[in-house]
Structures are given as C-alpha cells and as structure tokens.
C-alpha cells in the first residue's frame, strides 16, 4: 500500500458504455499551473481516485494487512471487468478527466492495469493518469503509453525489496523520461535508508515521506524526516477538517469496482454511482474530524497544497520541483 495502511482495470474497450482507486491529479504537455490537476477555473474538470476489487500484493510489509494477500481467480476477474467498465466510461466523457489508481494491493504486476494506464495517456480528455506502485513489476509497457499524461507514485518499502533494484528501477523511469515521485513510510528503521535513497535519486525526482500510522515524533525527528522531505510537516500531524472546504465531492471523487461514488476514499456516505447517473456533484464541508492521508487532506482547502503540487497533485509532485 502507498497511502496510510487501512484495512478495507484493462483495455478502453468501452465495456461500460458511453453514459454507464501508506498508502495515500494536468494537460497531456505538462503541469497547468497552481490550480491543481485542472489548473484555475476549470470547472469541468473531475479528478477520480479509483480502487477496484483488487486486494492482493506481492509484499509482505508489516504495516499492512494486505502484505502477501492473494486474490481468487473469481476476484482478479471481477477486477478486470470492473476496470474494463471503468476506463469505458472515461473514454465516453465530453469533459476533462484525471485518474489516480489507488488499489489496496499492487496494480501494475496485472496486464489490465497496463492496459488501461496506457490507453487512457492517449486519450486528449485525459489531463492526467496515475497508480500508485511499489515498481515490482516490469517497466517495458512505458514504450507504448504517453508520457505527457502518465505518471507514477512510487513507494520504496525496504526489507521487501533489494535496494539496487529498486533504484534501478527509479532510474530507468528517469531515462525513460517518466513522470514519478518517490516516497517511503517515516518509521525509524527506515531512516538510514530513506537517507541513501534520496542521496542516490536524481535530484529531479521528489522523495516524499508519509508519517508512519500512530507514530508520534518529537521535534528533532521530525527534524531527520524533514531534512529528508521538506513537506513531511503536513503529514506529521492529522489535519482538522470537520467543517473545512475540501475539493472533495465536487471536483474530486472517489469510486469503486462498482462505480458507487464516495467524496473520498476516508467517508463512507454514498453519493450515488458512476454509471446510473445518480451521482452529481455538490460542494460540501468535509464531515470528518481529522484527515491523516495525503490523497484525502491534500483536496482540503485551507492546506493550501493545490498552490505546493500544482499540476502534480494525483502523482504527488510539487510544482517546479
């Protein structure tokens, strides 16, 4: 998992019709300025966290409950045929679209995922296209996507993979000229090697750091991890949000295999589903007293993060970085 840990896609076959997703957003040409995914003003534009069926990972991290969980050949089916109706439905829009995958296990070791990450960079509605990776499965699919619109949010989780490997793999998307940010969890014993990562990373590449879950930090920590990432104060503390503005709802969406709409991946209010056309857009307060992960608090207003990621908001890129 990229985002905080929590317990609980395909080819543009169209399959849905036109009208029928530790943790924790741009033209096809580039970032389009401070306004986040869309830019400023572009009321049109809808960005959509998917998560899928899809549960299962080829890591064994202690910090999830999904390290090393298999999926059902029923329930890789029921994935694939979700993500199938799911990139149906964006090819089918009139208006821009954004998409992060957020799935609970790894996407990108499942074909479907290529697929559909690749179709949906070529698509000129598409301003942006994301996943979030631990980059164990092989990069030779990037050949055929397009690299003004795809990008990755990768997340380094040492002990699970050999270090070379994982910076090769970094490196080769930097060769490639992919667009992708780096991270890893704040726990302690991943400092020496948070350290060594971001010493050997190009110097173009962001390495973001994520507050470990219930991990409480003093100062001079925090001082380490910052040293590291220098947004990592965001993620330090949960950010009170009951009543705050949050993008959420309205301009960002979540949804899942079955389409059903939730604002965000963090409240579980229905708000109607993606291919009945019960869903509609409403600018709403957030209901939650706190939000702790960077795919949820980054939509909140007052954080002011959309002027710090710019265009890069879904990969998780700060603006001119």
Known sequence: ??????????????????????????????????????????GDHLSILYRGPLASCDYDCPYCPFAKRRDSPERLRADRAALERFTGWVAGRDHPVSVLFTPWGEGLVRSWYRRAMTGLSHL??????????????????????????????????PGQVDYGR???????LAGRGVRFSVGVVGLPEHLEQARRLRADLPEGVYLWVNAAEGHLYTDAEADD????????????????????????GDSVVSVDGDGTVRRCHFVPAVLGNLYDGTFRRRVRPCPAALCDCHIGYVHLEPTGLYDVFGGGVLERIPHGW
């Open 225 to 248: 991890w910052t040293a590291i990432d220098p947004l990592f104060r965001h993620s330090r503390f949960p950010h009170r949000s009951a009543g705050q503005a949050c993008r959420t």
């Open 124 to 157: 000129p509605h598409v301003r942006r296209v994301a996943i979030q990776t631990n980059l164990s499965s092989r990069t030779d699919w990037l050949a055929g996507a397009d690299l003004g619109t795809l990008a990755l949010w990768a997340t380094y989780h």
């Open 166 to 172: 994982f910076l090769g793999r970094c490196r080769d």
């Open 1 to 42: 998992m990229n985002a905080r840990p929590r317990p609980p896609a395909g080819a543009l076959s169209g399959a849905g019709g036109p009208g029928d997703g530790e943790h924790l957003c741009p033209p096809a040409g580039g970032p389009s300025g401070a306004g986040g995914p869309g830019g400023s003003g572009d």
